[in-house]
């Protein structure tokens, strides 16, 4: 099946700096990559997501980038505030595997002010 | 909307007693997905329907795990005997369509 790595685990940053998160997957035939954020004691809520057709995609501070071939995609946060600090995942979904999304371990954002 | 509902928020149980989880998905969303949290595992699918109907249970840790979806607006999972290693955080999503999940805000069980 599916599998998604994902670096760092933690990640501390100066508000105002960038954020970048990076993710690997190991099925090529995987079309899907959403990124959530996890706040304490809430779900995961979607912040972007990325199809296979595109390699990059931007909304407001974050953008993703995709590159099928060496099968890896990443999260960029820029100008981080405070409310950026959160847990953030990576996610992957195989055709093959309907709609079941596989995640990475998280990573831990700290914005220091 | 209200969002995917789940209840209860925290749910404490001793070993051995039967525990139920449930959910409540976005009215109109065609899939529903379990997961399980654990700081040692991770975000780990259980299992999903679409339109009602179990997809894929691969997931589901052992026989005492059982989960059902009855109607397009409600499901439960449910754990039997219940055991200390299932204590986690456990969490419904919702989507239509199968991608751009919403989760609901969660069960955290603690099976002492």
């Known amino acids: 099946g599916e599998n998604v790595e994902q670096h760092p685990s933690t990640l501390s940053v100066q508000e105002g700096d960038s954020a970048v998160i990076k993710c690997t997957y190991s099925?090529?035939?995987?079309?899907?990559f959403p990124w959530y954020k996890q706040e304490l004691g809430k779900g995961p809520q979607l912040i972007i997501d990325?199809?296979?057709?595109?390699g990059e995609k931007k909304d407001q501070r974050i953008a993703v980038t995709l590159n099928k071939t060496a099968k890896h995609f990443s999260l960029h946060i820029t100008e981080t505030q405070p409310e950026d600090s959160a847990v953030y995942f990576c996610?992957?979904?195989?055709?093959?595997?309907?709609?079941?999304?596989?995640f990475g371990g998280g990573t831990r954002v700290l914005v220091k002010p | 909307d209200a969002g995917v509902i789940q209840s209860p928020r925290h749910e404490v149980t001793e070993m051995g007693q039967e525990v139920t989880l449930r959910c409540k998905p976005i009215?109109?969303?065609?899939?529903l997905f379990w997961y399980r949290q654990t700081m040692m595992r991770g975000l780990e699918l259980l299992i999903y329907?679409?339109?009602?109907?179990?997809?894929?249970d691969s997931g589901m840790p052992e026989d005492r795990f059982s989960a059902k979806m009855p109607n397009a607006s409600f499901s439960t999972l449910k754990i039997q005997p219940s055991e200390p290693r299932d204590s986690a955080v456990y969490f419904c999503?919702?989507?239509?369509?199968?991608?751009?999940?919403?989760f609901g805000s969660g069960t955290r069980l603690t099976v002492v």
């Open positions: 999503a919702s989507s239509l369509g199968g991608q751009a999940y919403t």
């Open positions: 099925d090529s035939a995987s079309n899907y």
């Open positions: 990325i199809r296979s057709n595109v």
């Open positions: 996610a992957a979904s195989p055709k093959a595997a309907g709609n079941k999304l596989t």
């Open positions: 009215s109109g969303h065609d899939y």
């Open positions: 329907f679409n339109n009602n109907v179990p997809i894929d």
